[in-house]
C-alpha cells in the first residue's frame, strides 16, 4: 500500500494525453506544442465531460422552489441524505452546507456578479410533477435558497443576512434557476467524475471515496480488476488511487459502524478520512490491520488505532499528535515491545518508546537536537513580537530561557574535549 508508485505520474499523463488525442481526432485540430495533456485535458477533457452531460439537452428556467436537493450527494453525511427531499429538514442540510461548505464564497459570488446562468444545475424529475432533483448543483441551489431565506438558518446569521442584502441592493437574487433535465443518476454520475475528482472543483477525499464506491457498484464488469480499470477510464484516478480509496472507505465505514468505537466527540463530520488514508498508506499499519492470509479487517486492533488516532484525552492531542508521526506509530506496530509499551502508559510522548532502543538512540538524540534547534530559531524570530507589561509573565520567559539554558550547557560539557 506504502509503494511510490513510479509509474503513476507517467500513466496519468498517458491516460490525459489519450483523451487529449481523441477530442483532437474528433474535432480534426492538433494539440497545441506549447500545451501539456494536463494543460489541454482542464479545458478540453471537461468541455467534452459537459456536452456529455448535456447533449441534446434544452436547458430551461424553474423556480428555485420546485428544487430538491440530492439524497444520494457524495458530501452529505448520512443523518442528512434521508431527509434531503423533506422541506422539514431543510434548514439541518443547509446549516451543514454554511459550517462545511463554501457556500457562503458562493453566496457572496452571486451576491456581487449575479447567478451564472452558462452553467445549468443537472436535474432528474422527482416523483411529484414539475419537481426535480438536483444531482449536480446542490450548493449553488442552497446558496439561492439562503439569498432568497436567509431566515432558513440561525447559525451565521448576521454574515448571512449581510450577503443576502447586497444581492437585494444589486438585484442578484435568482428566483428562476437554469436546468437541464436528465433520465436518470447514471446518465449525469460520469460528469460529477470529471467536474470534482479530477476537474476544477475538487471533493474532499471522503465525497471522493463515495463516488468511487457507487461506480463500482453499479458496474458491470464481472472481476475486481476490470471494474477498478473501468472507474479509472471514468474519473482520470490511477487505479491505486481508486483501490486505496476503497480500502480506506472500508475502514472508515467499520469504524462507523462501531459507532466510533464510543471515542468522545467522533462522528461522520468530525472524523479526518484523510488520516484513514496517510495511515493505511504505511504497510506496516495495513499489515498491522489486515490479515495477510484472507485481508480481513482486524476489528479490535482497529479499535486500538482509532484510539491512538481521534481520541484527543490530553490538551486537545491525540497518542498520534501530529500526521507526520504516522512513519513512528508504523515501527510501533511491528514490534510487540513497543506496542506493550505504548499501551501500558497513555501519557508517553510517541518519541519516548524507542529510547530504550539501542538503534534508535542516536537517531533520537539527533532528531530532538535538530527539532530544538529549529524551535529556538522560531522563538528567536517571533521575540521581538511579544512585547508584555506583565512582570509575571516576563519572569516565567526568563527561568524558561535559563532552564533551557542548564540543558544546553550541560549538552555541551559532555561532549566538549578536555
Same mark, same amino acid.
Given at each position: 500500500? /506504502?509503494?511510490?508508485?513510479?509509474?503513476?505520474?507517467?500513466? *496519468?499523463?498517458?491516460?490525459?494525453?489519450?483523451?487529449?488525442?481523441?477530442?483532437?481526432?474528433?474535432?480534426?485540430?492538433?494539440?497545441?506544442?506549447?500545451?501539456?495533456?494536463?494543460?489541454?485535458?482542464?479545458?478540453?477533457?471537461?468541455?467534452?465531460?459537459? @456536452?456529455?452531460?448535456?447533449?441534446?439537452?434544452?436547458?430551461?428556467?424553474?423556480?428555485?422552489?420546485?428544487?430538491?436537493?440530492?439524497?444520494?450527494?457524495?458530501?452529505?453525511?448520512?443523518?442528512?441524505?434521508?431527509?434531503?427531499?423533506?422541506?422539514?429538514?431543510?434548514?439541518?442540510?443547509?446549516?451543514?452546507?454554511?459550517?462545511?461548505?463554501?457556500?457562503?464564497?458562493?453566496?457572496?459570488?452571486?451576491?456581487?456578479?449575479?447567478?451564472?446562468?452558462?452553467?445549468?444545475?443537472?436535474?432528474?424529475?422527482? @416523483?411529484?410533477? !414539475?419537481?426535480?432533483?438536483?444531482?449536480? !448543483?446542490?450548493?449553488?441551489?442552497?446558496?439561492?435558497?439562503?439569498?432568497?431565506?436567509?431566515?432558513?438558518?440561525?447559525?451565521?446569521?448576521?454574515?448571512?443576512?449581510?450577503?443576502?442584502? $447586497?444581492?437585494?441592493?444589486?438585484?442578484?437574487?435568482?428566483?428562476?434557476?437554469?436546468?437541464?433535465?436528465? /433520465?436518470?443518476?447514471?446518465?449525469?454520475?460520469?460528469?460529477?467524475?470529471?467536474?470534482?475528482?479530477?476537474?476544477?472543483?475538487?471533493?474532499?477525499?471522503?465525497?471522493?471515496?463515495?463516488?468511487?464506491?457507487?461506480?463500482?457498484? $453499479?458496474?458491470?464488469?464481472?472481476?475486481?480488476?476490470?471494474?477498478?480499470?473501468?472507474?479509472?477510464?471514468?474519473?482520470?484516478?490511477?487505479?491505486? /488511487?481508486?483501490? @486505496?480509496?476503497?480500502?480506506?472507505?472500508?475502514?472508515?465505514?467499520?469504524?462507523?459502524n462501531n459507532r466510533y468505537f464510543g471515542i468522545t466527540n467522533l462522528s461522520e463530520e468530525s472524523i479526518c478520512f484523510s488520516l484513514i488514508l496517510i495511515a493505511l498508506s504505511h504497510s506496516e499499519i495495513y499489515e498491522y490491520l489486515f490479515s495477510s492470509t484472507n485481508e480481513e479487517l482486524n476489528i479490535e486492533r482497529l479499535r486500538e488505532l482509532s484510539g491512538w488516532i481521534f481520541d484527543k484525552? *490530553?490538551?486537545?492531542?491525540?497518542?498520534?499528535?501530529?500526521?507526520?508521526?504516522?512513519?513512528?506509530?508504523?515501527?510501533?506496530?511491528?514490534?510487540?515491545?513497543?506496542?506493550?509499551?505504548?499501551?501500558?502508559?497513555?501519557?508517553?510522548?510517541?518519541?519516548?518508546?524507542?529510547?530504550?532502543?539501542?538503534?534508535?538512540?542516536?537517531?533520537?538524540?539527533?532528531?530532538?537536537?535538530?527539532?530544538?534547534?529549529?524551535?529556538? @530559531?522560531?522563538?528567536?524570530?517571533?521575540?521581538?513580537?511579544?512585547?508584555?507589561?506583565?512582570?509575571?509573565?516576563?519572569?516565567?520567559?526568563?527561568?524558561?530561557?535559563?532552564?533551557?539554558?542548564?540543558?544546553?550547557?550541560?549538552?555541551?560539557?559532555?561532549?566538549?574535549?578536555?
Amino acid at each position: 500500500m /506504502d509503494n511510490l508508485r513510479e509509474n503513476k505520474y507517467s500513466w *496519468k499523463v498517458d491516460w490525459l494525453d489519450r483523451r487529449v488525442n481523441n477530442y483532437a481526432n474528433i474535432n480534426n485540430t492538433q494539440k497545441s506544442p506549447q500545451h501539456s495533456p494536463e494543460h489541454l485535458f482542464k479545458y478540453n477533457y471537461w468541455k467534452e465531460a459537459n @456536452e456529455e452531460a448535456n447533449i441534446e439537452k434544452t436547458i430551461k428556467l424553474v423556480e428555485y422552489k420546485d428544487l430538491y436537493f440530492d439524497n444520494d450527494n457524495y458530501r452529505l453525511p448520512k443523518r442528512l441524505k434521508e431527509s434531503a427531499y423533506s422541506e422539514i429538514f431543510i434548514k439541518d442540510i443547509l446549516e451543514y452546507m454554511v459550517t462545511q461548505t463554501n457556500i457562503v464564497y458562493i453566496m457572496k459570488t452571486i451576491a456581487e456578479r449575479g447567478f451564472f446562468f452558462g452553467e445549468p444545475l443537472l436535474v432528474v424529475h422527482k @416523483e411529484k410533477e !414539475g419537481k426535480f432533483i438536483v444531482v449536480e !448543483g446542490n450548493l449553488r441551489l442552497g446558496a439561492v435558497m439562503l439569498l432568497n431565506s436567509p431566515e432558513l438558518i440561525t447559525i451565521n446569521k448576521e454574515i448571512i443576512e449581510k450577503i443576502a442584502q $447586497k444581492a437585494k441592493e444589486k438585484r442578484h437574487i435568482p428566483k428562476n434557476l437554469p436546468i437541464t433535465v436528465h /433520465d436518470s443518476r447514471n446518465d449525469i454520475i460520469h460528469y460529477l467524475g470529471y467536474r470534482h475528482v479530477t476537474g476544477i472543483t475538487e471533493w474532499s477525499s471522503l465525497a471522493k471515496a463515495r463516488y468511487v464506491s457507487q461506480l463500482y457498484d $453499479k458496474s458491470l464488469c464481472k472481476d475486481e480488476q476490470s471494474k477498478i480499470l473501468e472507474i479509472a477510464n471514468i474519473s482520470g484516478m490511477h487505479p491505486d /488511487d481508486i483501490k @486505496e480509496l476503497r480500502v480506506a472507505l472500508n475502514v472508515f465505514e467499520t469504524i462507523e459502524n462501531n459507532r466510533y468505537f464510543g471515542i468522545t466527540n467522533l462522528s461522520e463530520e468530525s472524523i479526518c478520512f484523510s488520516l484513514i488514508l496517510i495511515a493505511l498508506s504505511h504497510s506496516e499499519i495495513y499489515e498491522y490491520l489486515f490479515s495477510s492470509t484472507n485481508e480481513e479487517l482486524n476489528i479490535e486492533r482497529l479499535r486500538e488505532l482509532s484510539g491512538w488516532i481521534f481520541d484527543k484525552y *490530553k490538551e486537545g492531542k491525540s497518542r498520534l499528535g501530529s500526521y507526520e508521526n504516522f512513519s513512528k506509530l508504523a515501527k510501533i506496530v511491528t514490534k510487540e515491545k513497543y506496542l506493550e509499551k505504548f499501551r501500558d502508559n497513555r501519557q508517553i510522548d510517541i518519541d519516548c518508546i524507542f529510547y530504550e532502543d539501542e538503534e534508535s538512540k542516536e537517531t533520537v538524540f539527533n532528531t530532538a537536537i535538530l527539532d530544538a534547534n529549529k524551535q529556538m @530559531e522560531v522563538a528567536y524570530k517571533y521575540s521581538k513580537y511579544v512585547i508584555t507589561k506583565d512582570v509575571l509573565l516576563e519572569k516565567k520567559y526568563i527561568e524558561q530561557l535559563q532552564n533551557i539554558q542548564t540543558t544546553v550547557n550541560a549538552l555541551i560539557n559532555i561532549y566538549k574535549p578536555e
